[in-house]
């Protein structure tokens, strides 16, 4: 399985910029960069997604190393509605991860007002 | 567009009875796949159908079992209930399964085995 390691947890205040940070050293050429997240009390959310080049969309920013051992989640303004856990999760088409997502621990965000 | 709806939220059986839970996907989705969440071991993959063929299984033993419908509707039933086995049972659909599409999933049913 391909692994990734996050913080257990982070914290920021309410409107601040938030950076959660993941490493994915044994990361393959084919395998692309997930995000979740898992508000209390429901299911995982998508977040973003990312093979090489960064990438924005309406929730989140992925920034993405050059030689994709790492990666970064930006939260532009953090607010209480973002406080849950995130997972960062690394997928491909092949064999066991083909249809599935390994979810780890994930990163406990805590936003403060 | 409406998304992924399991039934029923809520359940509560009895230690050796069984169990169905259902998944209707997003609309025009083709993969459904199916989570177990614990306090104790976070989310595991149970297995994941597209196209009405089991492609992925989890390493759960074979009183977890699935099965996809035409439509894509997805039911998993789980038969001779154990106490371990209360946990949310989360369901997530996708276009296609592969790895550049995200999965959206539904709100769990949460199962209590006494």
């Known amino acids: 399985d391909a692994k990734t390691t996050q913080p257990n947890s982070m914290e920021s205040n309410e409107e601040e910029p938030v950076h959660l940070p993941c490493n994915h050293s044994?990361?393959?050429?084919?395998?692309?960069i997930h995000w979740y997240r898992q508000l209390p009390s429901q299911g995982p959310e998508y977040v973003i997604h990312g093979l090489t080049s960064n990438v924005n969309n309406r929730m989140a920013s992925l920034a993405i190393a050059e030689d994709r051992k790492s990666s970064t989640l930006i939260l532009h303004r953090a607010t209480l509605r973002d406080a849950a856990v995130y997972y960062c999760?690394?997928?491909?088409?092949?064999?066991?991860?083909?249809?599935?997502?390994?979810f780890g621990r994930g990163t406990q965000l805590t936003v403060w007002p | 567009k409406a998304g992924v709806t399991q039934t029923p939220r809520y359940l509560i059986k009895t230690r050796g009875q069984q169990v169905t839970l259902s998944c209707s996907p997003i609309s025009g989705h083709r993969s459904v796949s199916w989570y177990q969440q614990t306090p104790g071991q976070g989310l595991q993959f149970l297995f994941e159908?597209?196209?009405?063929?089991?492609?992925n299984k989890g390493n759960f033993p074979g009183r977890f079992s699935g099965r996809q419908f035409s439509n894509s509707r997805s039911e998993m039933n789980v038969s001779t209930l154990e106490l371990g086995d209360s946990a949310l049972y989360l369901c997530a659909s996708s276009l296609g399964g592969q790895s550049n599409y995200g999965y959206t999933f539904g709100s769990g049913t949460r199962l209590t085995v006494v």
């Open positions: 159908y597209f196209s009405e063929t089991q492609r």
């Open positions: 999760i690394l997928r491909d088409d092949r064999g066991s991860t083909l249809g599935r997502l390994y």
């Open positions: 044994t990361i393959s050429g084919t395998d692309y």
